[in-house]
């Protein structure tokens, strides 16, 4: 899953890159080593490792973008991504 999203997209060389991921997710450590690979610098939560009210308010964040609030959920610019989609997450980085 693919499409676009009203946040803010950062610039073309630089887009805000934001992951909501499982610590024990091996598709979303798969996500993170790859952006690691990538060289680029992205924010990320893991979703499982909250508590609370803060936790409550992170998922409703990650269901605007992902009504399944599956993970990982990557943000990268205006895209969103759902899943470890190698080719995807390249294209929407410019690679």
């Known amino acids: ?3 676009d999203t009203d946040a803010p997209p950062g610039d073309a060389d630089n887009p805000n890159i934001q992951v909501y991921s499982l610590s024990t ?3 979303c450590k798969l996500t993170k080593q790859l952006l690691a690979e990538c060289t680029v610098k ?3 939560v893991d979703v499982d490792l909250l508590e ?3 936790r409550k ?4 964040d990650v269901k605007k973008f992902n009504p399944r609030c599956s993970f990982p959920t990557i943000i990268i610019g205006k895209k969103v991504i759902v899943g470890h989609k190698e080719k995807e997450i390249k294209e929407a980085l410019g690679m």
């Not at 308010?57 to 409703?60: D, L, R, S, W």
């Open 1 to 3: 899953m693919v499409h």
């Open 25 to 27: 997710c091996s598709h």
């Open 57 to 60: 308010a992170i998922i409703e």
């Open 42 to 44: 992205y924010d990320f």
């Open 52 to 54: 609370g009210d803060e």
